[in-house]
T-cell receptor, first 114, second 112 residues
Framework: SQTIHQWPATLVQPVGSPLSLECTVE??????LYWYRQAAGRGLQLLFY??????ISSEVPQNLSASRPQDRQFILSSKKLLLSDSGFYLC?????????????FGPGTRLTVL | AQSVAQPEDQVNVAEGNPLTVKCTYS??????LFWYVQYPNRGLQFLLK??????LVKGSYGFEAEFNKSQTSFHLKKPSALVSDSALYFC??????????FGRGTSLIVHP
């Protein structure tokens, strides 16, 4: 069966520090991968998605970046965190048919920037 | 452009009563609709989807959803609510784009 992992589960970082969140998927090949941010326990904002290794699409201009160095690995990064980067970060994967398939979400990372 | 709306921020229901969480959509082609549930501090879990076929879709945990093309709706339902159903529910519109469109979420509170 397929599983998706995210780490760390929680993170407290000072403003201006770097960030690296990792997401890995097991049990499937060539998934579409997504990074979302959820603020205040409500709506999801799509940050990045990837349809293959090295292929990243950004949906929102910001100080975050994403990389996909391996087929089932998706990394969210920042060189300098802002207070506004605080939130709940969710990684998800779906099958190759994209929007015709359901998404499967990881457990999330709670990021607090102080 | 496609869109999805969840008109209620919060739905309150007593345990044992039926529940409905509303969703309406707008899309130029055929809709591909999904419902997800999110428990506090957890990732979203897939509940059910409508692609084609029967208008009544059955999903996990006793939930079902009714697709209504004329009313462009896809309401989530359950005949008898449980306190453990209390969570945040998202209606999502998919389709040809890799980018699904999420509703803003509806908080369901089931009172004992």
């Amino acid at each position: 069966s397929q599983t998706i992992h995210q780490w760390p589960a929680t993170l407290v970082q000072p403003v201006g520090s770097p960030l690296s969140l990792e997401c890995t998927v097991e049990g499937t090949s060539n998934p579409n991968l997504y990074w979302y941010r959820q603020a205040a326990g409500r709506g999801l904002q799509l940050l990045f998605y990837s349809v293959g290794i090295g292929q990243i699409s950004s949906e929102v201009p910001q100080n975050l970046s994403a990389s996909r160095p391996q087929d089932r690995q998706f990394i969210l990064s920042s060189k300098k965190l802002l207070l506004s980067d605080s939130g709940f970060y969710l990684c998800a994967w779906s099958g190759r048919a994209g929007g015709y398939n359901e998404q499967f979400f990881g457990p999330g990372t709670r990021l607090t920037v102080l | 452009a496609q869109s999805v709306a969840q008109p209620e921020d919060q739905v309150n229901v007593a345990e044992g009563n039926p529940l409905t969480v509303k969703c309406t959509y707008s899309v130029s082609g055929n809709p591909y609709l999904f419902w997800y549930v999110q428990y506090p501090n957890r990732g979203l879990q897939f509940l059910l989807k409508y692609i084609t076929g029967d208008n009544l879709v059955k999903g996990s945990y006793g939930f079902e959803a009714e697709f209504n093309k004329s009313q462009t709706s896809f309401h989530l339902k359950k005949p008898s609510a449980l306190v453990s159903d209390s969570a945040l529910y998202f209606c999502v519109l998919g389709g040809g784009s890799y980018i699904p469109t999420f509703g803003r979420g509806t908080s369901l509170i089931v009172h004992p």
